[in-house]
């Protein structure tokens, strides 16, 4: 129950920090550029952001390199076409023959 209260209590002291510096720069007693003034009610959301697309671009990337990397398994070992296999057991019948008459003879 503490981690759930404290996220709270984080957040609760983000916008009262975020009240605090707008009321600050409304009288003139800071001169920051609006961004850093609303820094605080943002802030959260951009980090989350960023984080969000870190890990999109790293689950990307991860992708990427399992397909190359299956792509280059599959050029080790091509894959052969019907026709392919057809002359094999063609070639193989064939060796078997000449086998056959060679023993005949």
Do not use: H
């Not at 209590?9 to 510096?21: E, H, K, R, V």
């Not at 790293?58 to 990397?69: D, F, I, M, P, Q």
């Amino acid at each position: 129950m503490s981690n759930s209260s404290s996220s709270g209590n984080t957040g609760f002291l983000l916008g009262l920090l975020g009240i605090a510096f707008v009321v600050l720069k409304l009288c003139g007693v800071i001169s920051w550029s609006w961004w850093w003034v609303t820094a605080p009610f943002w802030g959260g959301l951009a980090i989350v952001l960023a984080m969000l697309i870190i890990a999109g671009l790293v689950l990307l990337a991860g992708r990427v390199v399992k397909e190359n990397s299956q792509k280059n398994e599959r050029t080790k070992y091509p894959i052969k076409s019907k026709w392919e296999e057809r002359m094999d057991q063609v070639r193989e019948r064939q060796k078997k023959v000449r086998e056959q008459n060679a023993k005949a003879n």
